[in-house]
């Protein structure tokens, strides 16, 4: 059985402040249009100790948890390039630049870091495919 596409939809960059600013960004910083752009939603996970039912799955600590959605979220600009590097940038200017390989990422959990929230996404979807 074939697997279904994920739902798209395509937006107007000019029509959204956020992803005009990531366009002329990305331009600035790649010296190219991006090819897509993908948002990714936030989320935070009630613990679910203190309801009668079961919450909807098991977070990493082992606690059942209910996901709720939030108003937070990332906007990715993306470029599929022949080399084996992720190049990382922040349209926030606190957060440096980060750059790395896709063949072998290695996340530091000991260390708090901005481009470490896209990488385990990244390794996820490495790991499924």
Not at 58 to 64: A, E, F, N
Not at 119 to 124: E, H, T
């Amino acid at each position: 059985m074939a697997a279904e596409d994920p739902a798209t939809r395509r937006v107007q960059v000019a029509e959204h402040p956020r992803l005009l600013k990531l366009k002329e960004m990305f331009n600035s910083k790649f010296g190219s249009t991006p090819k897509f752009y993908v948002r990714a939603p936030g989320r935070v996970n009630i613990i679910a100790c203190f309801f009668s039912c079961v919450g909807e799955h098991i977070d990493y600590c082992g606690y059942s948890v209910i996901p709720m959605a939030v108003e937070q979220d990332m906007l990715i600009a993306v470029e599929p390039v022949k080399t084996h590097t992720l190049q990382l940038a922040n349209t926030d200017p606190l957060y440096p630049d980060f750059s790395t390989t896709a063949n072998n990422i290695c996340i530091d959990k000991t260390k708090p870091l901005w481009h470490n929230y896209f990488l385990c996404g990244f390794k996820g979807i490495q790991e499924h495919f």
